[in-house]
């Protein structure tokens, strides 16, 4: 049992490229979320999904799209990275709809350092 | 929106002795309050939760923390610290501005114990 996990782990890119950060997860939660934290910023929501199908725009959404094409999985895509996009990513879910009192489980992260 | 506030950076406590987090909130509504840590290069843990009823709630690796409406605060506590529990420290409300699918994170609390 797996739980969320998130690949790749650290990445490079250079200003303008492209890439998917890609979070599974095992535990059959129908709620996925991406989080971006930042030094001294605590967490901040970038996007989420409640269901496999569908997505919603976080606090933080510009720049970034999101998929949830199978209930498993969620993916991030910086269509055209910039420097300050360089960050931790971390990916959570969450186990009921619509109960107010779950609490979230994180993936271990992704490193990304945008030059 | 919901928010929760973390106004020290670092907390240094010698290991035996009591520790304490401090967190206060700031919601239109009853909180729903959470405490997560982070260990170096890992990915958010969940220690416990604030759901309603006694206003201490106990959580994992011994830690504790007391629900105070009247001064809106959600302190998280440890009776003996250990060396192990070094570590950056989270309290975060659901956010009902997002559907209650967004935690709303304070800036982080690193905790470091002293041997």
């Known amino acids: 049992n797996a739980g969320v996990t998130q690949t790749p782990k650290f990445r490079v890119l250079k200003t303008g490229q492209s890439m998917t950060l890609l979070c599974a997860q095992d535990m059959n939660h129908e709620y996925m979320y991406w989080y971006r934290q930042d030094p001294g910023m605590g967490l901040r929501l970038i996007h989420y999904s409640v269901g496999e199908g569908t997505t919603a725009k976080g606090e933080v959404p510009d720049g970034y799209n999101v998929s949830r094409l199978k209930k498993q999985n969620f993916l991030l895509g910086l269509e055209s990275a910039a420097p300050s996009q360089t960050s931790v990513y971390f990916c959570?879910?969450?186990?009921?709809?619509?109960?107010?009192?779950?609490?979230?489980?994180f993936g271990p992260g992704t490193r990304l350092t945008v030059l | 929106a919901q928010s929760v506030a973390q106004p020290e950076d670092q907390v240094n406590v010698a290991e035996g002795n009591p520790l304490t987090v401090k967190c206060t909130y700031s919601v239109s509504g009853n909180p729903y309050l959470f405490w997560y840590v982070q260990y170096p290069n890992r990915g958010l843990q969940f220690l416990l939760k604030y759901i309603t009823g006694d206003n201490l709630v106990k959580g994992s690796y011994g830690f504790e923390a007391e629900f105070n409406k009247s001064q809106t605060s959600f302190h998280l506590k440890k009776p003996s610290a250990l060396v192990s529990d070094s570590a950056l420290y989270f309290c975060?409300?659901?956010?009902?501005?997002?559907?209650?699918?967004?935690?709303?994170f304070g800036k982080g609390n690193q905790v470091v114990v002293i041997p």
């Open positions: 975060a409300v659901r956010d009902i501005d997002y559907g209650n699918n967004r935690l709303a």
């Open positions: 959570a879910t969450q186990l009921r709809p619509g109960q107010q009192d779950n609490e979230q489980f």
